[in-house]
């Protein structure tokens, strides 16, 4: 497998991008700091509708509302099969 390394500067035209990559980043952490915490808490993984429903409820509070409404919903599909 081959991996490849980019250095995105900041400038206007990457402006979407740089929100978009930053807020995949905070849904991924969050989906994994969700598993942990409930791993601990029960002894048994998150399931993928738990976690759906989760991030849909999120959603509508303000302090998540821009970080989610700013990832693509591919992105927010992804971070639930991990």
Do not use: D
């Not at 738990?50 to 509302?65: G, M, P, R, W």
């Amino acid at each position: 497998m081959k991996t490849f390394c980019f250095k995105l500067y900041k400038s206007e035209h990457n402006v979407k991008l740089h929100t978009q990559i930053n807020a995949a980043a905070l849904t991924y952490n969050h989906c994994i700091a969700l598993h942990n915490r409930y791993y601990k808490l029960f002894g048994k993984f998150l399931n993928q509708n738990k976690l759906k429903k989760h991030l849909t409820k999120i959603k509508k509070i303000a302090k998540f509302k821009v970080w989610l409404a700013s990832s693509p919903r591919r992105c927010r599909k992804n971070q639930q099969g991990f």
